[in-house]
């Protein structure tokens, strides 16, 4: 669902601090990571409320899908970074893994996954992948709407 702007809500969400948060790549951390980006979804709700529950509820998925990506893919430790825009969410995971995600069939009588990948760009109006230069791991940036 695409919206416009709202009235002033680009000089209300200056006053959210943009979020960083480094996780050590434990399962826990998927959870964690989901914790952090709910707390900042908060502080941004507070001056710029969500177009819709949907967003809030979109966001949260996709840093969970992309946190618990980190955890199966890339060992080590992987960083979160949330900040508004000036119509959504920018979300950044950085990982140690720099082989860009690649989309997987889904095999429900395996036990499932495969689906992750596939949910973040269906949720995002904008997704890249961005290996890092040294080949020490990548950026994963995603746009959402709030």
Same mark, same amino acid.
């Given at each position: ?15 959210? !601090?943009? #979020?960083?948060?480094?996780? /050590?790549? &434990?399962?826990?951390? %998927?959870?964690? +990571?989901?914790?952090?980006? $709910? ?18 509820? !979109?966001? #949260?998925?996709?840093?969970? /899908?992309? &946190?618990?990506?980190? %955890?199966?893919? +890339?060992?080590?430790?992987? $960083? ?67």
């Amino acid at each position: 669902m695409a919206t416009g702007p709202r009235s002033n809500d680009r000089l209300s969400t200056d006053m959210v !601090d943009n #979020l960083t948060a480094t996780f /050590e790549g &434990a399962l826990h951390d %998927v959870t964690d +990571a989901r914790f952090a980006a $709910e707390d900042f979804l908060r502080a941004l709700a507070d001056v710029s409320p969500p177009a819709s529950p949907e967003c809030w509820n !979109d966001i #949260l998925l996709v840093v969970n /899908e992309l &946190a618990a990506n980190a %955890v199966q893919y +890339a060992p080590g430790p992987f $960083e979160l970074r949330m900040r508004p825009t000036f119509d959504g969410v920018h979300v950044t995971l950085h990982d140690t893994n720099p082989t860009p995600p690649a989309p997987r069939p889904f095999h429900p009588n395996t036990g499932g996954g495969g689906i992750g990948w596939h949910l973040v760009h269906t949720l995002c109006h904008q997704v890249s992948v961005v290996p890092q230069a040294d080949g020490k791991g990548k950026d994963v940036h995603v746009f959402l709407p709030w």
